[in-house]
């Protein structure tokens, strides 16, 4: 079994940056894609981002394209989010997946893992 922490989550304000961590345990850690999803309050869980077992494949949603940056550290167990440039459109309650292939995936359900969620809160 896999379990994932999140953290990092804060209030910032709009045009600035957090980096939010995902924390995996298991020794097969680096064989899992992972993934970040959202959710605001009122809507749909939402893709994010997503990065392959190798780190070699990236994949995020178009609304943050650009702004957001998801990397690995498989010495560390570890998967990052990198949020620059936030807008309050980026508040939620952000949560990180893995899934027992090496491939991503943008659909939830591709997903066998997933932590408690880190609260993003981005103020104008």
């Known amino acids: 079994q896999v379990q994932l922490v999140e953290s990092g989550g804060g209030l910032v304000q709009a045009g600035g940056s957090l980096r939010l961590s995902c924390a995996a345990s298991?020794?097969?850690?680096?064989?899992?894609?992972m993934g970040w999803f959202r959710q605001a309050p009122g809507k749909e869980r939402e893709f994010v981002a997503a990065i392959s077992w190798t780190g070699g494949t990236t994949a995020y949603v178009d609304s943050v394209q650009g702004r957001f940056t998801i990397s690995r550290d498989n010495a560390k167990n570890t998967v990052y989010l990198q949020m620059n440039s936030l807008k309050p459109a980026d508040r939620a309650v952000y949560y990180c997946?893995?899934?027992?292939?090496?491939?991503?995936?943008?659909?939830?359900?591709?997903?066998?893992?997933w932590g408690q969620g880190t609260q993003a809160t981005v103020s104008s």
């Open positions: 298991g020794r097969t850690f680096s064989s899992y894609a």
């Open positions: 997946a893995a899934r027992r292939v090496g491939g991503t995936t943008r659909r939830a359900l591709g997903y066998d893992y």
